[in-house]
T-cell receptor, first 116, second 113 residues
Framework: GAGVSQSPRYKVAKRGQDVALRCDPI?????LFWYQQALGQGPEFLTYFQNEAQLDKSGLPSDRFFAERPEGSVSTLKIQRTQQEDSAVYLC??????????????FGAGSRLTVL | GDSVTQMEGPVTLSEEAFLTINCTYT??????LFWYVQYPGEGLQLLLK?????DKGSNKGFEATYRKETTSFHLEKGSVQVSDSAVYFC????????????FGTGTSLTVIP
């Protein structure tokens, strides 16, 4: 597609429910990032994929968070047993090349998760 | 560790006013520096970047110069327009510290006619 597509755009979950957020990166993009953006804050790194390999998951806040990119294109961020502190906008970004420090990221519009 | 500190908002300016949004950084290596902009309801978009000291990034009338001596990357525009109203994020990327970008907290800009 022309850009990074994320779904759903909005998700309301009851505390304790599992949620899955989807990211369709730009076709052919090697690198894929997930970020968490709390209200009034900048994006915080969660995890990074190069093709299907998850090379860095140091930003995942707990073992309730899991991400995958099994075929090196679409990625899913799963949050188990959601808590209120998980409420945030989850951003996906992709880049054409493998991470090099000077990469330009293309971001999706985000998935806004609200946990009641 | 690496971090970015940017000027807190919100900032409100009249059309055609001069804009400065301050950004300073801390990095262990030699980072690349970026400004991203987020318009209402949209994803973050790259505004400009600089990859080494003394580089100047520019786009749509915005400029920022990578100053290693002051560890700064301040965003400037000589004459803002209503359409520049958005949230601006300063960011750094340092391949020495892993596969991540570090973002500031964002500065909300509103330009009034």
């Amino acid at each position: 597609g022309a850009g990074v597509s994320q779904s759903p755009r909005y998700k309301v979950a009851k505390r304790g429910q599992d949620v899955a957020l989807r990211c369709d990166p730009i076709s052919g993009h090697v690198s894929l990032f997930w970020y968490q953006q709390a209200l009034g804050q900048g994006p915080e790194f969660l995890t990074y994929f190069q093709n299907e390999a998850q090379l860095d998951k140091s930003g995942l806040p707990s073992d309730r968070f899991f991400a995958e990119r099994p075929e090196g294109s679409v990625s899913t961020l799963k949050i188990q047993r959601t808590q209120q502190e998980d409420s945030a906008v989850y951003l996906c970004a992709s880049s054409l090349v493998a991470y090099s420090g000077a990469n330009v990221l293309t971001f999706g519009a985000g998935s806004r998760l609200t946990v009641l | 560790g690496d971090s970015v500190t940017q000027m807190e908002g919100p900032v409100t300016l009249s059309e055609e006013a001069f804009l400065t949004i301050n950004c300073t950084y801390t990095a262990t290596g030699y980072p690349s520096l970026f400004w991203y902009v987020q318009y209402p309801g949209e994803g973050l978009q790259l505004l400009l970047k600089a990859t080494k000291a003394d580089d100047k990034g520019s786009n749509k009338g915005f400029e920022a110069t990578y100053r290693k001596e002051t560890t700064s990357f301040h965003l400037e525009k000589g004459s803002v327009q209503v359409s520049d109203s958005a949230v601006y994020f300063c960011a750094l990327s340092d391949s020495n510290t892993g596969n991540q970008f570090y973002f500031g907290t964002g500065t909300s800009l509103t330009v009034i006619p």
